[in-house]
Every structure is written in C-alpha cells, then in structure tokens.
Nanobody, 125 residues
Framework: VQLQASGGGLVQAGGSLRLSCVASGHSFNRYAMTWFRQAPGKEREFVVG???????DYADAVKGRFTISRDNAKKTVVLQMNALKPEDTAVYYC????????????????????WGQGTQVTVSS
C-alpha cells in the first residue's frame, strides 16, 4: 500500500488543523492506520491509531484534542487536531500495518512497514 499525507501547515496556538492520509492499493480495510510525529532532534513518536475494526488509541499528550477517523470506502484516514500547542510542532507521518490483530494497537514505529511522506505541522505561540 502507498500512503499520501496532506493537510499540514502553520497555525497559532489554540488553532486547528486537519490531516488526511489517502491510501492506494487493495484491502485498505485490513490495515491498522496510525499517525506518528517527529520533532527536530527527537525520536519519532506514536500519536494516534485506528484499528481495522475502528478501535482507537491516543497518546496521552493528545487525548481530548485530537480525533482520528477512517473511511474505508475512500481509503482515507483523517486526523482532526484541535487546541494545538507549540509542542505539537513536528513532521506528521501516517503509517499502516496489515494485521489481523485489532486492539491494542502497536505504538512501535518499527511495526509499521508502510509510511507516507510526512507533512509539516507548525504551531506558533
């Protein structure tokens, strides 16, 4: 599967952004879909994921502010980010894994073989 992420940009603290990840290929509904992010000088970290059955898992840092959803017919995953903070500044990557395991989702980047190209999110204070 190939992934194409979009929707990043520059926003002031407290603002919102909506990221999209569109997949190409077959059997999108079999994939667990996730978003990771990587800030300068830091390791890539798990942000949020949604299983093939729609179960979700959020990093503590984004709970209550970010929402992930998927549309299997459109092969798309959307990350709605509200109440953004300067510490959310990073390159955001969507990643996918074809797995029969629904929950819990893995938060390890190495478990996801398919990655999008990344989209920059910058939150100014």
């Amino acid at each position: 599967v190939q992934l194409q992420a979009s929707g990043g940009g520059l926003v002031q603290a407290g603002g919102s952004l909506r990221l999209s990840c569109v997949a190409s290929g077959h059997s999108f509904n079999r994939y667990a879909m996730t978003w990771f992010r990587q800030a300068p000088g830091k390791e890539r970290e798990f942000v949020v994921g949604i299983s093939r059955s729609g179960g979700t898992d959020y990093a503590d840092a984004v709970k209550g502010r970010f929402t992930i959803s998927r549309d299997n017919a459109k092969k798309t995953v959307v990350l709605q980010m509200n109440a953004l903070k300067p510490e959310d500044t990073a390159v955001y990557y969507c990643a996918a894994r074809n797995t029969i395991v629904t929950m819990p989702l893995s938060s390890a980047a190495n478990d996801y073989p398919y990655w999008g190209q990344g989209t920059q999110v910058t939150v100014s204070s």
